[in-house]
Nanobody
């Protein structure tokens, strides 16, 4: 059974930084395309970033480009999201997601293509 566990969320002031991590177990992590999504109550889940098996391909939402960096360490079965210059509108529950298969370009932004999901970690940015 594949399990994804996020960590690193918390409360930070606007302009600050946080680094989220997602540990994956129970499956071949190096063969999973991975992504980060976020969601606020009453709103749809929003794509944040995605990364291919080796990190050769990445994709990010326009709202986070230049501020957030997605990365992975296949030796540690871990996915990361470095979040810099945080804004109050970045406040959300952040989820990591994984899917087996190859990189699918823009389709990586669709939450429906992911097979596996973590439980989420809360990020709150105060103004």
């Amino acid at each position: 059974q594949v399990q994804l566990v996020e960590s690193g969320g918390g409360l930070v002031q606007a302009g600050g930084s946080l680094r989220l991590a997602c540990g994956v177990s129970g499956g071949p992590f190096s063969r999973y395309v991975m992504g980060w999504f976020r969601q606020n109550p009453g709103k749809e889940r929003e794509f944040v970033a995605a990364i291919s098996w080796t990190g050769s391909f990445t994709s990010g939402a326009d709202s986070v480009k230049g501020r957030f960096i997605i990365s992975r360490d296949n030796a540690k079965n871990s996915l990361y999201l470095q979040m810099n210059s945080l804004k109050p509108e970045d406040t959300a529950v952040y989820y990591c997601a994984g899917r087996s298969g190859s990189w699918m370009g823009n389709r990586q932004k669709e939450d429906g293509v992911y097979n596996y999901w973590g439980q989420g970690t809360q990020v709150t940015v105060s103004s």
